[in-house]
């Protein structure tokens, strides 16, 4: 199909900010518009409405269909951003952005989605190679390839397919600002307190404390509103509220901890608000004569009755429930009313004799002090915080959310206003009309003549002054049902407090839920993951509805209430201190990601909140705290200990980082100094599971001691290097990590080994913490490899000495290198996971042949050859175990865990024979120090004449206890300048023979000839010229072969070849003599300056 032919399918009449052009450059077909005809490659990117003719892709997803229809019967290959050039045998099309033949894309909001994203498909922008590389050309075209663009990874997770089941189910329930927060958190915030104890607060601490109680409780909420605004615009939020704020923000640790302990305390919350109902509902019944069994009893039944009804309101969804709360909103604000209505409603003698008097200046004047009677300024605040509490109330159901980001600021800090300003005006208008004390009695008035001494009841013709003597029923101090006589229809206050409860024990069992399902999808607890799963379109958690009923339930029916409502208060301040402090940490941290749209927050506020909120905690019950810390403090250790595979990208991340960048720095204005000298070594492991003991043995000294950086050099077609590379580094890092190895993997691809090892010797490290010893495993197979190959790993030893750093090579008898029979394992893995599933295929087929009536009996037969099968190919598969068990050498495998078992009582030899500044002598002392060598004894090794044997043994003891370095043993070799026997020195001779030139054998011209085509031979002046060295490492062996066979470990100084002068197979054939048929040995050179100081 020619595009010019086909109808306009991709014009789109709305708006776009960019319009990328599928352009027809097709000289063959003539049927070109006008306006593309001239010039042929013109600029069609177009940034305003303007469509005329164009065949446009939109990057937007719905134009998606449209798209995926017309590739199939159209030429190109990708959707969006995604399109590379095709050719066909007629048309060649290009997607043109700015004008330009190219495959970068436009930005575009679906490439930054998360895979399974519910607000839209995830897409995947053109990678760094696509645009880098140069373009294949006649690109085939996979069918599902638009498909698994549109779906991002082309794997969507368990999240993305549930997301698209419940998508299926039908259309989700998302509430606005108004009734997802505002009406949620306004009827949290408004409890009983509101109707029966705001009165009684105010009558105590008189209208100027109680308005700075109100205050003060609002301040906490307030500045927690603003920390959890704050963090709620600083991305897409998810449902959980306050755990999944401060799980993201502080990490799992937080998180996990504290978002168990809110869920529990909103299922606790849900007992408290419903045996306040009940306990109103028995008051009536009692007052009415008509109590069913007794109080106790009655409160449980009529507290589980109304349990089970809000546990039907609450599954039946998420819409019952929103206008059930509006409908107990609608009350509250009618009860409200009602009573602002009937302070102004003039008052009747009885309603004067019991302390109510319209407003009143004396009255005012007269409750405006405090009139403490028992309780205290501290001890009033604590009975009124839990009113102001219930400001998360709207972002626990952040997930039933229409958008979040906006609705959670608005909402909560609109009801913290509004409820703050009902509050002031309930207390001051009650303490404006109502005296402190009253008898109740009509005909207690004023005598005439009687001396008021300033009481306004006094002054209002009442005389209450025998309150003074004996208690009274009624007035602000006495009587907890004062809004209900003042308001205007008493049964209204009454449907009011039953309002009050209802609608926060539905919040509270709406919350609990949510956030514990929430808390159960992220696995943090992994016994807890049964209820993650939810139900119907909503993706309502119903296992957790149940879970919240039977802890509500238990707690209606046996537990202390009175007690544990400090507790559930505390638990509830502790997640807003935790709120508060992740919008600080946040803030502090400085990551770049931390960028909220709510701008009215400050960190050093909200740090304020934080401690206010833990202060506020003691307040109201200081062993409550302490449980509630307690707990905290438990679950956070388990989870710590637990370490969730999760990455959130928390604050504490970026504060690590912060924290490491400033060290770093600072070390860096730190001289070095002798006595703060570590190892810090580089280790040529390749891949770090590859040559596991030489890790180990590096690890054993640099452990919580030094640097360690594992690094693997890639050679070969660079391409294919850096992709290798790159796609290994986190797996290798991880593979580090899971096996507790405190180390740093690095690569690098380069030309040759050398070269790349030298790019690491002068690169790697930060700062002060810079490599100083190269360590890397001896080279075994020397004699079978390429000149090009001895030269690149004696080349790597003399680089490291021209850059100043130690060199540290090891050499155990079976070698290091275990990657076959890694090999071998992987393929014995894939051999399992294949038997396991024919296993399960089986069980199926079992199942159905069995669910087949009559053909069952068919059934049993195969049922009998498959499982022949099975055994055949169990038989099998340990066959091949054992034959490459036997093929690999299972001494390989032990030799390469040898480092990490204990190592058994014995001893470390250190041959000490060259000054190198210590580090032949600190390795195997640091090694003493740890765990697994702590059993071994150092002896100390040292050449000396063997007429000055005790001088130098005592010059020698002097300097290690200057030291400090404890040793078993010291022992002076006298006897290395000897000849070695007639056999070693035949096996040294026979092992570089086939390196020799010979030259002096040949003529002059032969001779000459031999060199330049093999100039890395042995020639016979160097090997007469380096005689008595090449003796020395023969006898040394045999003194090694003599003194330290039986050594847990062998500590040597390293030979020095002079570069340019000693050949790289002579040097080899010195290391191969001087190691050879011995224990673990680690060959030491220092870079000669000191490392070790007996100055203080």
């Known amino acids: 199909m020619s595009m010019n032919n086909s109808p306009n399918v991709f014009l789109d009449p709305s708006p776009n900010r960019f319009q990328v052009n599928v352009i027809n450059e097709s000289h063959d077909n003539n049927a070109t518009p006008q306006e593309d005809a001239d010039p042929p490659h013109y600029e069609e990117t177009s940034f305003t409405e303007e469509a005329h003719g164009r065949h446009r892709i939109s990057h937007r997803p719905g134009n998606r269909a449209l798209y995926e229809n017309f590739l199939q019967n159209g030429d190109t290959v990708k959707s969006?951003?995604?399109?590379?050039?095709?050719?066909?045998?007629?048309?060649?099309?290009?997607?043109?952005?700015?004008?330009?033949?190219?495959?970068?894309?436009?930005?575009?909001?679906?490439?930054?989605?998360?895979?399974?994203?519910?607000?839209?498909?995830?897409?995947?922008?053109p990678s760094l190679l696509e645009i880098h590389e140069q373009l294949a050309k006649n690109i085939a075209v996979n069918p599902g390839s638009i498909e698994r663009v549109t779906n991002g990874d082309g794997t969507p997770g368990d999240e993305a397919t549930a997301n698209k089941e419940e998508e299926s189910k039908g259309g989700f329930v998302k509430f606005g600002w108004v009734k997802g927060v505002l009406v949620r958190c306004m009827l949290n915030i408004w409890g009983v307190m509101l109707f029966i104890r705001l009165s009684w607060i105010v009558g105590q601490a008189g209208i100027g404390l109680g308005v700075v109680i109100i205050l003060l409780a609002t301040t906490v909420t307030s500045i927690t509103g603003l920390s959890t605004s704050a963090i709620a615009t600083n991305g897409f939020v998810r449902g959980g509220g306050a755990y999944y704020l401060i799980s993201r923000s502080l990490g799992p640790e937080f998180g996990g901890s504290i978002g168990l302990i809110f869920a529990f305390a909103n299922a606790?919350?849900?007992?408290?608000?419903?045996?306040?109902?009940?306990?109103?509902?028995?008051?009536?019944?009692?007052?009415?004569?008509?109590?069913m069994v007794d109080e106790s009893n009655d409160i449980r039944i009529i507290g589980s009755i109304t349990v089970v009804v809000l546990l039907g309101i609450s599954m039946a969804g998420m819409e019952w429930e929103a206008k059930a709360q509006v409908i107990l909103l609608v009350i509250l604000l009618i009860a409200i009313a009602n009573f602002f209505i009937g302070t102004v409603i003039p008052t009747s003698n009885e309603k004067k004799a019991r302390g109510f008097f319209n407003y009143q200046a004396s009255i005012f004047a007269e409750n405006f002090g405090p009139d403490f009677r028992g309780e205290g300024f501290f001890s009033v605040f604590a009975i009124f915080f839990p009113a102001a509490t219930g400001i998360l109330a709207g972002a626990n159901i952040s997930g039933d959310l229409e958008d979040p980001q906006a609705a959670i600021p608005k909402g909560t800090m609109l009801a913290i206003l509004i409820t703050t300003v009902a509050y002031l005006g309930v207390a001051i208008c009650v303490a404006a009309c109502v005296v402190r004390d009253a008898t109740g009695n009509i005909n207690d008035t004023v005598v005439s003549g009687m001396n008021c001494n300033g009481s306004s009841a006094c002054t209002l013709g009442y005389d209450f002054s025998s309150c003074k003597a004996q208690e009274c029923h009624y007035g602000l101090m006495n009587n907890f049902q004062v809004m209900s006589m003042v308001s205007g229809f008493g049964p209204l206050i009454t449907a009011g407090i039953f309002s009050a409860t209802l609608s926060s024990a539905l919040a509270s069992l709406v919350s609990a839920p949510k956030v514990f399902q929430a808390l159960c999808k992220d696995n943090i607890y992994k016994a807890l993951h049964f209820f993650a799963k939810g139900h119907g379109k909503n993706n309502e958690p119903l296992r957790g509805y149940v879970l919240t009923f039977i802890i509500a339930m238990a707690f209606i029916l046996i537990a202390e209430l009175n007690t544990i409502a400090p507790i559930i208060s505390n638990?509830?301040?502790?997640?807003?201190?935790?709120?508060?402090?992740?919008?600080?940490?946040?803030?502090?941290?400085?990551?770049?990601?931390?960028?909220?749209?709510?701008?009215?927050?400050?960190?050093?506020?909200?740090?304020?909140?934080?401690?206010?909120?833990?202060?506020?905690?003691?307040?109201?019950?200081?062993?409550?705290?302490?449980?509630?810390?307690?707990?905290?403090?438990?679950?956070?250790?388990?989870?710590?200990?637990?370490?969730?595979?999760?990455?959130?990208?928390?604050?504490?991340?970026?504060?690590?980082?912060?924290?490491?960048?400033?060290?770093?720095?600072?070390?860096?204005?730190?001289e070095d100094h002798v006595k703060n000298f570590r190892p810090q070594c580089i280790v040529l492991t390749g891949g770090p599971m590859t040559r596991p003991?030489?890790?180990?043995?590096?690890?054993?000294?640099?452990?919580?001691?030094?640097?360690?950086?594992?690094?693997?050099v890639y050679t070969g077609l660079r391409k294919l290097c850096v992709k290798e590379m790159n796609s290994g580094m986190a797996k290798k890092q991880a593979w580090l990590t899971k096996n507790k190895r405190k180390a740093f993997y690095a690569a690098v691809a380069a030309d040759s080994f050398r070269d790349g090892v030298k790019s690491l010797l002068q690169a790697s490290g930060l700062g002060r913490m810079r490599p100083n010893?190269?360590?890397?495993?001896?080279?075994?197979?020397?004699?079978?490899?390429?000149?090009?190959?001895?030269?690149?790993?004696?080349?790597?030893i003399h680089d490291a000495f021209d850059f100043e750093l130690g060199v540290v090579i090891v050499r155990i008898s079976q070698g290091f290198d275990i990657s076959q029979v890694l090999q071998v394992q992987e393929e014995l893995e894939k051999l399992e996971q294949?038997?396991?599933?024919?296993?399960?295929?089986?069980?199926?087929?079992?199942?159905?042949?069995?669910?087949?009536?009559?053909?069952?009996?068919?059934g049993k037969a195969r049922k009998f050859n498959i499982t022949k099968h099975v055994t055949k190919k169990d038989s099998s598969i340990n066959t091949i175990q054992s034959m490459h068990v036997g093929e690999f050498n299972q001494r390989l495998l032990e030799a390469s865990n040898q480092f990490k078992k204990k190592q058994g009582k014995g001893t470390i030899d250190v041959w000490w024979l060259f000054d190198d500044g210590g580090l032949t002598l600190l390795i195997p002392y640091i090694l003493t120090m740890r765990k697994k060598w702590k059993d071994c004894k150092l002896r100390i090794f040292i050449g000396g004449k063997i007429n000055r044997i005790e001088d130098e043994k005592l010059a020698m003891t002097s300097l290690l206890s200057k030291f400090r370095i404890k040793y078993a043993d010291i022992k002076i070799i006298g006897n290395i300048n000897m000849k070695p026997n007639k056999e070693s020195w035949k096996f040294f001779e026979e092992m570089i023979e086939p390196y020799r030139l010979h030259e002096s054998c040949k003529d002059l011209t032969t001779a000459e000839k031999l060199k330049r085509e093999t100039p890395w031979k042995i020639t016979d002046a160097e090997l007469e010229a380096?005689?008595?060295?090449?003796?020395?490492?023969?006898?040394?062996?045999?003194?090694?072969?003599?003194?330290?066979?039986?050594?847990?470990?062998?500590?040597?100084?390293?030979?020095?070849?002079?570069?340019?002068?000693?050949?790289?197979?002579?040097?080899?054939?010195?290391?191969?003599?001087?190691?050879?048929?011995?224990?673990?040995?680690?060959?030491?050179?220092?870079?000669?300056?000191?490392?070790?100081?007996?100055?203080?």
């Open 80 to 125: 969006d951003g995604n399109l590379h050039p095709y050719d066909t045998h007629n048309n060649t099309y290009y997607l043109k952005t700015f004008g330009h033949n190219t495959v970068d894309a436009v930005p575009n909001i679906d490439y930054y989605r998360n895979t399974g994203s519910i607000s839209g498909a995830k897409m995947n922008r």
């Open 268 to 291: 606790v919350a849900v007992a408290m608000y419903v045996v306040g109902f009940a306990e109103t509902v028995v008051e009536l019944l009692k007052s009415s004569g008509a109590l």
């Open 571 to 670: 638990f509830f301040l502790a997640s807003y201190a935790l709120i508060n402090f992740s919008c600080f940490h946040a803030s502090y941290a400085k990551s770049p990601g931390w960028r909220p749209a709510f701008k009215y927050y400050n960190m050093w506020v909200s740090l304020f909140g934080a401690m206010l909120c833990c202060g506020v905690m003691f307040v109201i019950n200081w062993w409550a705290a302490l449980i509630t810390y307690a707990i905290e403090l438990f679950l956070y250790i388990y989870v710590t200990y637990k370490k969730p595979e999760v990455n959130w990208g928390s604050s504490a991340q970026a504060l690590y980082y912060v924290n490491a960048l400033d060290s770093a720095l600072e070390l860096t204005a730190v």
């Open 693 to 712: 003991a030489l890790l180990d043995i590096t690890h054993s000294f640099t452990k919580n001691n030094g640097l360690c950086i594992c690094c693997q």
């Open 773 to 796: 010893t190269l360590v890397l495993g001896f080279k075994t197979d020397w004699r079978d490899a390429s000149a090009v190959q001895i030269e690149n790993y004696v080349g790597v």
């Open 834 to 858: 294949e038997r396991l599933a024919l296993e399960a295929t089986i069980q199926d087929n079992e199942f159905e042949e069995e669910s087949h009536g009559i053909r069952g009996l068919f």
């Open 1026 to 1096: 380096f005689k008595e060295k090449s003796y020395r490492q023969v006898r040394l062996n045999e003194l090694l072969q003599e003194h330290s066979r039986a050594a847990n470990l062998i500590v040597l100084s390293l030979p020095v070849a002079r570069k340019g002068v000693v050949s790289d197979h002579l040097y080899m054939a010195w290391l191969e003599i001087l190691s050879k048929n011995l224990p673990p040995i680690l060959l030491v050179r220092g870079n000669h300056k000191n490392v070790l100081t007996f100055y203080s």
